[in-house]
């Protein structure tokens, strides 16, 4: 096990902190740990009738637009599920009769302490879209039946999108 000595934010912006510090290992040396804190997010694989909605986005820091879940940051201590109606409504326009977490994981824990929780939202109505002011995004439908395809070509490149469509399948086996 391991525990901190000492830290320093190096950043503290909207969206993550980057924390720096001494962590003492269980045999007691001293080790130096970077890590990026972030509240955790959810995705949520919108299911209309015999298509998935996912939406396309440029992604700055991917270089290039990407296929992805509809999705988005938690804020504080909000409860994930709540976080996921909100950004189905926001970012695509529908809500869920019912939203069923499929999974939750760690990003990536070997640097940042988020993580994400994924709901399979089914019987969707729709509603009112509402992005955000920044976000630039289209939806898209995609067959259910072509998502094997999809993923076998690696037409998905996005983790939460991969993970969310495969444990969809997975269901739906």
Same mark, same amino acid.
């Given at each position: 096990?391991?525990?901190?000595?000492?830290?320093?934010?190096?950043?503290?912006?909207?969206?993550?902190?980057?924390?720096?510090?001494?962590?003492?290992?269980?045999?007691?040396?001293?080790?130096?740990?970077?890590?990026?804190?972030?509240?955790?997010?959810?995705?949520? &694989?919108?299911?209309?009738? /015999?298509?998935? =909605?996912?939406?396309? #986005?440029?992604? !700055? *820091? %991917?270089?290039?637009?990407? @296929?992805?879940?509809?999705?988005?940051?938690?804020?504080?201590?909000?409860?994930?599920?709540?976080?996921?109606?909100?950004?189905?409504?926001?970012?695509?326009?529908?809500?869920?009769?019912?939203?069923?977490?499929?999974?939750?994981?760690?990003?990536?824990?070997?640097?940042?302490?988020?993580?994400?929780?994924?709901?399979?939202?089914?019987?969707?109505?729709?509603?009112? &879209?509402?992005?955000?002011? /920044?976000?630039? =995004?289209?939806?898209? #439908?995609?067959? !259910? *039946? %072509?998502?094997?395809?999809? @993923?076998?070509?690696?037409?998905?490149?996005?983790?939460?999108?991969?993970?969310?469509?495969?444990?969809?399948?997975?269901?739906?086996?």
């Amino acid at each position: 096990m391991e525990t901190w000595v000492t830290q320093q934010t190096i950043h503290d912006g909207p969206i993550f902190t980057v924390i720096s510090g001494q962590a003492r290992l269980d045999d007691g040396q001293l080790v130096r740990r970077d890590m990026v804190a972030h509240h955790g997010g959810v995705a949520v &694989v919108p299911v209309l009738d /015999d298509t998935v =909605i996912l939406i396309r #986005q440029f992604r !700055i *820091a %991917a270089g290039k637009e990407l @296929l992805e879940l509809p999705a988005g940051r938690l804020e504080g201590a909000e409860e994930p599920a709540h976080r996921a109606r909100l950004e189905l409504a926001e970012e695509i326009g529908y809500e869920a009769n019912r939203l069923e977490l499929a999974v939750s994981y760690f990003s990536s824990a070997g640097f940042t302490n988020e993580r994400m929780w994924i709901f399979l939202a089914f019987d969707l109505r729709e509603t009112a &879209v509402s992005p955000e002011f /920044d976000e630039r =995004i289209q939806p898209v #439908q995609i067959p !259910i *039946a %072509a998502l094997p395809r999809m @993923l076998a070509h690696h037409e998905i490149e996005d983790a939460k999108t991969l993970i969310g469509l495969r444990e969809l399948l997975a269901v739906l086996k």
